[in-house]
């Protein structure tokens, strides 16, 4: 696994504040991974200011290169992009608002707790391959 400042996450979903753009924003602030972004940017062009970004379109694989995908969702009906990570064996940090608590791949934080988001950021992205592929057990 890559040190913190080469972990790439993806958020695959827009800028809004109901996926929880504003949390992962501020827990990733600082720790120096890139942000693989495969959402609409509607918060504006200076929304991920001091965060590394690179955005995806719909042409590209989303998940290419990713160590996590995170989603912080305050709500999210159809978490198919977090199944696909799951099947693809990239760890998912989602918030229980998800759905997917009782996925054993799927590590759970509660909306709106920055400090536990970035906790488990830290904690998977530091992780080796080898605990990746036992977190589902």
């Given at each position: ?20 753009a504003y949390e992962l924003r501020a827990a990733v602030q600082g720790l120096g991974v890139q942000l693989v972004t ?100």
């Amino acid at each position: 696994r890559p040190a913190t400042g080469d972990a790439r996450i993806a958020f695959p979903a827009p800028t809004v504040g109901r996926k929880g753009a504003y949390e992962l924003r501020a827990a990733v602030q600082g720790l120096g991974v890139q942000l693989v972004t495969a959402g609409a940017q509607l918060e504006g062009a200076d929304f991920w200011r001091g965060v590394s970004i690179e955005h995806r379109t719909g042409n590209e694989d989303w998940l290419d290169g990713g160590h996590v995908v995170v989603l912080p969702a305050f709500v999210e009906h159809k978490p198919r992009r977090l199944l696909e990570a799951v099947a693809r064996g990239t760890p998912v940090i989602a918030s229980t608002a998800c759905g997917l608590e009782n996925i054993e791949e799927v590590i759970g934080v509660p909306f709106g707790d920055v400090g536990a988001l970035r906790e488990e950021i830290e904690r998977v992205v530091s992780m080796t391959k080898e605990q990746v592929q036992n977190l589902d057990e």
